[in-house]
């Protein structure tokens, strides 16, 4: 099943070669929200692992980012002791523009509206 999630980067870790077979990267995304006139706040770690990780090379601190991610979980066991893990596996990060985050951007300057064709007339009388 797939997620989205969309906020601020606030840290990006190095990669880290956990096994002979298995590398990691996290970074975390600050995600705010307002409910009934008070704002929360949440620091959402995610995980990329193996080729995924160079998908963190792209974004930077304070990149607002729209983030795709499955929800995993792991059993673990060791020394008869068991524990279980739940990850958010990243499989895709979109750097947002100014527009989508809701911040000001100036209207179009009359030079950029194309002018109108007189060959084409789309009143429908």
């Not at 070669?17 to 298995?22: E, T």
């Not at 620091?43 to 792209?58: E, G, I, M, W």
């Not at 729209?66 to 002791?81: L, T, V």
């Not at 990060?93 to 060959?119: H, R, V, Y």
């Amino acid at each position: 099943m797939a997620f989205e999630l969309t906020g601020r980067v606030i840290d990006v870790f190095d990669a880290v070669q956990v096994s002979d077979s298995f590398r990691k990267r996290e970074f975390v995304v600050e995600k705010k929200e307002n409910s009934s006139g008070t704002e929360f706040t949440d620091y959402v770690k995610f995980q990329l692992t193996q080729d995924r990780c160079n998908l963190a090379d792209q974004i930077r601190v304070n990149d607002e980012v729209r983030i795709s991610f499955n929800i995993r979980g792991n059993r673990w066991e060791k020394d008869g002791r068991v524990s279980y893990f739940t990850n958010l596996d990243v499989w895709k990060i979109e750097k947002l523009a100014d527009q989508e985050m809701g911040t000001f951007s100036p209207p179009p300057s009359m030079e950029d509206i194309p002018p109108p064709t007189e060959e084409f007339d789309d009143l429908p009388f």
